[in-house]
C-alpha cells in the first residue's frame, strides 16, 4: 500500500459527461501529479500541484482541469468527455516540489471508461 | 528536452534465469533516473533510482540497474526471474531543467515456469 488513495476506481460514464476524480496523497507529501495510462499514449503526465498551487503542466487538455485544496487533497475535473478519455488516471505523491530527485509514490489508479 | 527509450517492449523469460529490460535515455542536463513496476491492476511501485550517487544501483526484489552515461543507459537487470515478476516494468528519465518526469513505452516482462 503506497498511501496515496484514488476514488472511485472505476467510472463508466457517457461521452459529453463530466467526472471528477480524488486523490489523496500520503501523509506529508505536498506535491500531487496526475498521470494519464492509455493503450495508445502510454503513460502521460498531465499536472503537478504543490502546496496548493500549479507547479507544472504537461499534456493535459484544456477539456481537464485540477486543483489541490488546503487539506492537499486532490481533484482531477474530465469534463466533454469523449472516447477517447478513457483510461487509467493515475495521482502520485512526493514530499517536496519536484519528482526529479525524490521518490514518487502512486495510487492504484481509477479506470474512466467512456461510453 | 528529454526523452526515454526502452528499446523492448515484450520480454520473456524462463524461471530461474537472468533478466535484462533496457532503457536509453536522452537529457540536456545530469539526470535522474527510475525504474517503476506495474503489476496488473495496481498502481506503479518505485523498483530503484539514480540520483548521480553510485552508478550502480540496487533496487527492491533483488533488481539492480547501472547508470552508464556514456552509453546513456539505463538498464535494469535480475541474476534470476521469479514469476512474480511478471508485470510491466517503465524507465523514467528526469531533470530539474524539464521541471517533469518522462516515462518510457513499458516493457512487459512475462516468467514461463
Known amino acids: 500500500d503506497s498511501g496515496v488513495t484514488q476514488t472511485p476506481k472505476h467510472l463508466i460514464t457517457a461521452t459529453g459527461q463530466r467526472v471528477t476524480l480524488r486523490c489523496s496523497p500520503r501523509?506529508?507529501?505536498?506535491?500531487v501529479y496526475w498521470y494519464q495510462q492509455s493503450l495508445d499514449q502510454g503513460l502521460q503526465f498531465l499536472i503537478q500541484?504543490?502546496?496548493?498551487?500549479?507547479?507544472a503542466k504537461g499534456n493535459i487538455l484544456e477539456r481537464f482541469s485540477a486543483q489541490q485544496f488546503p487539506d492537499l487533497h486532490s481533484e482531477l475535473n474530465l469534463s466533454s468527455l469523449e472516447l477517447g478519455d478513457s483510461a487509467l488516471y493515475f495521482c502520485?505523491?512526493?514530499?517536496?516540489?519536484?519528482?526529479?530527485?525524490?521518490?514518487?509514490?502512486f495510487g492504484q489508479g481509477t479506470r474512466l471508461t467512456v461510453v | 528536452a528529454q526523452s526515454v527509450t526502452q528499446l523492448d517492449s515484450h520480454v520473456s523469460v524462463s524461471e530461474g534465469t537472468p533478466v535484462l529490460l533496457r532503457c536509453n535515455y536522452s537529457?540536456?542536463?545530469?539526470?535522474?533516473l527510475f525504474w517503476y513496476v506495474q503489476h496488473p491492476n495496481k498502481g506503479l511501485q518505485l523498483l530503484l533510482k539514480?540520483?548521480?550517487?553510485?552508478?550502480l544501483v540496487k533496487g527492491i526484489n533483488g533488481f539492480e540497474a547501472e547508470f552508464k552515461k556514456s552509453e546513456t543507459s539505463f538498464h535494469l537487470t535480475k541474476p534470476s526471474a521469479h514469476m512474480s515478476d511478471a508485470a510491466e516494468y517503465f524507465c523514467?528519465?528526469?531533470?530539474?531543467?524539464?521541471?517533469?518526469?518522462?516515462f518510457g513505452d513499458g516493457t512487459t516482462l512475462t516468467v514461463k515456469p
Open positions: 539514480y540520483t548521480s550517487a553510485a552508478t
Open positions: 523514467v528519465v528526469s531533470d530539474r531543467n524539464a521541471g517533469k518526469s518522462t
Open positions: 537529457s540536456s542536463y545530469s539526470p535522474s
Open positions: 501523509s506529508g507529501d505536498l506535491s
Open positions: 502520485a505523491s512526493s514530499a517536496h516540489d519536484s519528482s526529479t530527485n525524490t521518490e514518487a509514490f
Open positions: 500541484y504543490y502546496n496548493g498551487e500549479e507547479r
